[in-house]
């Protein structure tokens, strides 16, 4: 079984997450938190294979966090969640060593296909032109 852990500060988000992904009975939430710190706690004691990240949270964001998650276990698979569809944060997404974005408004269509993407060991880019991407990491 898959291991999930959801950071968000909305509990409102929390939910709808688990209810998306309760399609899934190889998938389980393992942990929640409410800020970056909290996901950086979570991820040394509980150990997901997935981490979904908000962007924008309390305490520390996600791209820190990620980041800080990502030097302790580098096998851990990170999903940014966030409501900005700018190209520049997905630079900084992948900058940050993340597998995928999600932007919230496309959740309900694109949350699992997504996550399938990353626990196979690919990546996930919402609606991402890839020249205009790359241009920008440059």
Not at 96 to 120: F, I, M, P, T, Y
Request: with cysteine; proline share 3%; net charge negative.
């Amino acid at each position: 079984m898959a291991r999930i852990l959801i950071a968000d500060d909305h509990e409102i988000v929390r939910r709808g997450i688990r209810t998306l992904l309760q399609v899934r009975p190889d998938w389980g939430i393992c942990g929640e938190a409410k800020d970056g710190r909290e996901a950086i706690q979570l991820a040394k004691e509980l150990n997901p294979d997935l981490i979904i990240l908000d962007v924008s949270m309390p305490v520390l964001g996600g791209l820190v966090a990620a980041d800080d998650i990502l030097r302790m276990n580098p096998k851990t698979k990170i999903l940014i969640f966030t409501l900005d569809e700018s190209k520049t944060l997905r630079a900084l997404v992948q900058r940050c060593g993340a597998h995928g974005l999600v932007v919230k408004s496309q959740a309900a269509e694109v949350l699992v296909e997504a996550l399938d993407r990353l626990l196979a060991g690919t990546t996930y880019f919402s609606e991402v032109d890839k020249t205009q991407l790359s241009s920008e990491i440059i």
